[in-house]
């Protein structure tokens, strides 16, 4: 299975801006620019886009691993926190919350941990990657 996207860029760094779009458009033409990556502007970013990358990896390597172990996945919401440090990606922070019947605190905390390490966007990134994780 091969995806794709594109990125289109107009002007300098700090003055030009861009358009994203990936290959199912969901992105279609999406903005990007400096203002938007490092200050406030309206747009996308590159750190984001990770950022929901790795929150919808791991959240689907997780279920599977709770789908292997038997139990009833209500619902899993995941946040991930990119921290952009000169330059570098430095850290991606998963913070976990979910309702699962019937599983132990113990055993959640355990597949959390395996999906965090286990999932592909996990070992792409070249970052210290951490969880938190919360049974409701």
Known sequence: MKRYATAHWEG???EGNGTLTTQTTTLD???Y???SRFEEGV???PEELIAAAHAGCFTMQLSAYIGEEGFAIEN???RCDIDFVDGVIATSHLTVNAKIADITADTFQELVQKAEKNCPVSKVLNATIS???TLL
């Open 12 to 14: 300098s760094l700090k």
């Open 29 to 31: 033409k999406t903005q």
């Open 33 to 35: 620019s400096f203002k």
């Open 43 to 45: 747009g996308t970013n």
């Open 76 to 78: 899993i919401e995941t």
């Open 131 to 133: 969880s938190t994780a």
